[in-house]
């Protein structure tokens, strides 16, 4: 059949508040203009991002059931290493609640002053821990993973030619090698297993470990199977195993490809990495076999880590975010293509033109989104990424804003009345005025920075 439907049914409903524009124009002035300030049953879709939003399935609440809570030796423990292993063959298996913990364990051990790491593209927890060790977080995409007009299979993937020279010149502060998949900080774009390999083998070639930012391991996968000369025909759990046995180590969130609420861990080849990264866990997360989860947390990552790598899953969720930005790009609002995973990413600097970097056209763009129409999203760009260690500001590579969709939450009506929105949005954007930021954190502003409007052009 020509429709994908949703291959679940729902068994529970949440219902959602439907506020009107006046009083969304109350709620974000009072949250200082920063939609993570904003309550969420005063949003109508929560598009903020798809981390530990999604709906677990009756056999993931099955599974809960079975959580073991003791603090060492829990059978939890063993059916989530068990799961994990099945599809990312490595030796250590440390679980930590999220996968910003495993990041700062991770680079509390490997990162430092002088110290340099290269990635396809770093997202903000990753480069924060990097830059919070006195490393350097340092991007080498594609450049067609910097332009979003730009039409290409595998824009997530890392330049091989920039980072042979980058290992070349900087070999000696290099402690490991990074690439995302998929790439969230460029657009949600897939990396290809050829560029995984490659990458490894010059990781090698200069002693550095290899390590996977591994969020959307299945949704990375599916591009692989469907975009990727010779992979059509192997299944996704065969390309996850292949991806994987690329590398030396990983890090994940088990909020996003894991099904789960809450979770995530370190995994490593290395013995004595691995044993300086247990010791690091005990002193901030807890006992190596739960690593600051509890167990019921445990068993719902085992049992998503069997659900995400179906494929009818995995179509019925690409498709959604191909369908609405498909619709978007009809109307003549620019949009990443090819279409992302996770999310849909709307070029925010293109359709506000009037609105210069510096007065941050994605956080303008992100707001209008929720006064018209309930819509939280994100803004992945200058606000996110234009603000140096060293204090300065400088516009980032893309202006985005991010509609981040939760796993198996929203339905066909939600996708269209999102595009409705931007309908709407159409005859006023020319109207919408830049920001200004009024008051900010040293690092990781966006979260909680103020904004106040300027005035409109």
Aim: aromatic share 8%; charged share 20%.
């Amino acid at each position: 059949m020509k429709t994908i439907i949703e291959p679940f049914r729902i068994k529970t409903i949440e219902p959602i508040r439907i506020t009107s524009a006046e009083e969304r124009k109350a709620y974000i002035k009072t949250a200082n203009y920063n939609l993570f300030a904003l309550h969420s049953e005063d949003v109508i879709i929560d598009l903020l991002t798809d981390s530990g939003t999604s709906a677990m399935s009756a056999a993931q609440w099955s599974a809960l059931m079975q959580g073991d809570e003791s603090y060492a030796g829990s059978p939890s423990f063993t059916r989530f290493e068990k799961a994990v292993k099945n599809l990312m063959p490595f030796k250590h298996i440390i679980p930590t609640h999220q996968g910003r913990a495993a990041e700062a364990i991770l680079f509390s051990i490997l990162g430092g002053p002088n110290k340099r790491i290269p990635s396809n593209n770093h997202f903000d927890t990753t480069r924060c821990n990097i830059e919070a060790s006195g490393a350097t977080a340092d991007d080498l995409v594609i450049d067609a993973g910097k332009d979003p007009a730009a039409e290409h299979p595998f824009k997530g993937n890392i330049d091989l030619d920039k980072l042979s020279a980058y290992l070349s010149e900087f070999h000696e502060s290099v402690p490991c090698v990074m690439t995302t998949i998929t790439n969230n900080a460029g657009g949600g774009q897939p990396v290809s297993l050829e560029n995984i390999h490659a990458t490894s083998v010059l990781a090698r070639q200069y002693g550095k470990p290899f390590i996977i930012d591994g969020c959307r391991f299945a949704e990375n996968a599916y591009f692989i199977q469907q975009r990727e000369t010779g992979q059509q025909g192997r299944s996704i759990s065969d390309i996850v195993r292949a991806s994987f046995a690329c590398a030396d180590g990983m890090t994940m969130s088990a909020k996003k490809d894991g099904f789960a609420n809450i979770g995530g861990w370190l995994a490593l080849n290395d013995d004595a990495l691995a044993q300086a990264a247990r010791n690091r866990l005990i002193q901030t997360e807890g006992f190596p076999s739960y690593g600051g989860l509890a167990g019921r947390d445990l068993e719902a990552i085992a049992q998503g880590l069997s659900e995400i790598i179906d494929e009818d899953y995995l179509r019925y969720r690409i498709r959604t975010t191909e369908y609405i930005s498909e619709r978007l790009d009809s109307m003549g609002v620019p949009v990443m293509k090819p279409a992302g995973g996770h999310a849909v990413f709307v070029d925010a600097r293109q359709w506000l033109g009037h609105i210069p970097p510096l007065q941050y056209p994605g956080q303008a763009l992100a707001i209008a989104l929720y006064e018209v129409g309930g819509i939280r999203g994100c803004e992945i760009g200058t606000v996110m990424f234009g603000k140096a260690s060293d204090g300065s500001e400088t516009p980032a590579d893309m202006d985005l804003v991010r509609l981040a969709m939760p796993r198996r939450v929203y339905t066909q009506s939600h996708a269209d009345y999102i595009v409705e929105v931007f309908e709407e949005l159409r005859s006023i954007k020319d109207q919408l005025p830049g920001y200004a930021i009024t008051d900010e954190p040293a690092a990781m502003r966006h979260f909680t920075a103020k904004f106040a409007p300027l005035a409109k052009p």
